[in-house]
């Protein structure tokens, strides 16, 4: 057989190879990560619940949800193991101070232009004057406006088809 002929299926079972090889190397660190859980660690669940772990079994895990709720889960239901202090963030709102090595992300945009930016935004927003809650006497002068435009010498309903 021609070599170029084999190529396209030896490049086949090569991509095979090694996507079936990153799966198990994915399997590998979700069950190592399940089998390093021990009771008292924070735990969220693959449906986003947060518990505590209370015991180990061969197959599943007694997970403390709520003070003295127990729940069953099999152990392939861990999603992820926390340490303590994320959990302790997310599950009891413990605000404690990220280390982020002086990366700082702000809430909105203007802070990362300059002067000059700021400026252009003040005048965009000026000129956006849809976006402005109306006043009694914006409402009027359109009542007005819309009067004048039906005094065109006809009433409601007259078209001019004969």
Excluded: C, W
């Amino acid at each position: 057989m021609n070599p170029v002929t084999l190529l396209p299926f030896i490049v086949l079972i090569g991509a095979m190879f090694l996507m079936t090889r990153s799966a198990k190397k994915k399997q590998a660190a979700a069950a190592n990560m399940r089998n390093e859980m021990q009771p008292g660690t924070g735990v969220r669940t693959i449906g986003g619940m947060y518990a505590t772990v209370k015991e180990l079994h061969e197959d599943t895990v007694l997970l403390e949800v709520a003070p003295g709720v127990h729940a069953i889960y099999a152990k392939n239901a861990i999603g992820a193991v926390l340490d303590d202090a994320e959990y302790n963030r997310i599950v009891h709102g413990d605000v404690e101070e990220l280390d982020v090595d002086g990366t700082l992300v702000p809430d909105d945009a203007s802070s990362l232009t300059g002067a000059d930016a700021a400026d252009e935004a003040a005048d965009a927003d000026e000129a956006k004057t849809d976006l402005v809650k109306r006043t009694e006497s914006d409402d009027a002068e359109q009542a007005d406006d819309k009067a004048d435009k039906k005094s065109d010498g006809k009433s409601d309903g007259e078209s001019d088809a004969k």
